[in-house]
């Protein structure tokens, strides 16, 4: 959405250290465990530079769902038999500015571990995923207090279901619409979709992506009338995430009116394109010395923040952040 952020463009962004447990990727340079499987997404450049990173070993803790084992083993994640890095250390020697969350929907002991070493070492977190950390009071309390920016949680995509969902829903609600029912259902074939299918994971994931919904709305829909979530997994279709979407309500007269739906996106890349904008957020906002949960960015890149605005005033409020004209 910027090429150049508050003088920052995406060329400025380096990795300096990287965390995994799959046998696959941990021990080896960044840029080959990029490519290596369970990973099926369309390459956006296969020749990268090198950085010089390895991947080392993550702690585990709630990171795998058990039900992996029964899927083959290109699909699904295989945890390599070495034991955990020493995160807060590496953090300190990298001079990481930022810890970019991306573990797995339902990683709640795993994402507060790396959350605390980020509390620990003064690294900013970018949180990802739908595990409440910027957004819960007590946390956001934490890195306040500490003086570390926070942006979270659960990003919202360059064009995804969410954004989409909502815009919709606003159209609805501003055009006089009276809104009666609706679903979000999605379909995918990466291991995000296969990690998904233990549904115990996804009790985060769901909060989040129809909060992202009913926040557009004065008066919510109830719980019966608007079902949003991950639906299926499906190999085939690979880092391919297809949405169908279904809105119901009534125009003028009572007349009823319906819309549909069907987006397909490549899911990761389609994240990648916001997150960049999140980490720059995230370095001014260091550089200015502001800490805590930054409201604006997280408003417009995540689907979950600790306030909901409506996209255009959000995208608003990022701009005048961005300019210095407000502080988070
Ligand atoms: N479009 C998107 O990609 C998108 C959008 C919104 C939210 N998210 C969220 O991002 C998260 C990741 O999605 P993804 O598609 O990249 O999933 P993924 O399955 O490709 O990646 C998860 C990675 O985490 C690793 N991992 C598991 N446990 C770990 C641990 N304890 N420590 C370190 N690494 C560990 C896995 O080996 C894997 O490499 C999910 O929670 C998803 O909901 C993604």
């Known amino acids: 959405m910027h090429y150049s952020l508050g003088g920052y463009t995406p060329e400025d962004i380096e990795f300096v250290a990287a965390f995994d447990i799959d046998k696959r ?6 840029s080959e465990a990029i ?4 990973n099926c997404t369309k390459a956006i450049s296969i ?6 990173v390895i991947v080392l070993m993550g702690n585990v803790l709630d990171g795998v769902s058990a039900h992996m084992e029964d899927y083959p083993e290109n699909r699904r994640f295989i945890v390599a038999r070495k034991k955990p890095c020493d995160v807060v250390n590496v953090l300190k020697r990298s001079g990481a500015d930022m810890l970019l969350n991306y573990l797995p929907v339902g990683s709640e002991k795993a994402s507060a571990f790396y959350a605390e070493a980020c509390l620990k070492t003064g690294v900013s977190l970018v ?5 409440f950390i910027a957004s819960n009071k007590d946390w956001a309390k934490r890195f306040e207090k500490k003086n570390i920016p926070v942006i979270g949680d659960d990003i919202k995509s360059q064009i995804g279901a969410t954004i989409i969902h909502r815009m919709l829903t606003k159209l609805f609600e501003d055009r006089g619409v009276k809104f009666d029912n609706t ?30 919904v009913q926040s557009q709305l004065h008066v919510p829909l109830r719980n019966e009338h608007i079902h949003i979530g991950p639906s299926d997994y499906i190999p085939w279709l690979k ?23 069907r987006l397909s996106v490549e899911d990761s890349p389609n994240s990648a394109g916001v997150v960049i904008d999140a980490l720059r957020c995230c370095k001014i906002a260091r550089d200015r010395k502001v800490g805590g949960a930054l409201i604006s960015p997280s ?5 979950h923040p600790p306030v909901q605005f409506p996209d255009e005033k959000a995208r608003d409020m990022v701009e005048d952040f961005i300019k210095g004209k407000i502080e988070r």
């Open 299 to 303: 408003a417009y890149f995540m689907k």
């Open 25 to 30: 990727k941990v021990g080896r340079p960044l």
């Open 239 to 261: 880092d391919n995430k297809i949405c169908f979407l279904r809105m119901e309500g009534r125009g003028f007269g009572n007349i009823p009116i319906n819309l549909e739906m």
């Open 127 to 131: 949180n990802c995923i739908p595990v």
């Open 47 to 52: 020749k990268l530079e090198d950085f010089p």
């Open 35 to 38: 490519f290596s499987e369970p």
């Open 183 to 212: 679903y979000q259902l999605n379909v995918g074939g990466n291991t995000d979709f296969l990690n998904m299918l233990n549904r115990h994971r996804l009790k985060s994931k769901k909060i989040s992506k129809t909060e992202a």
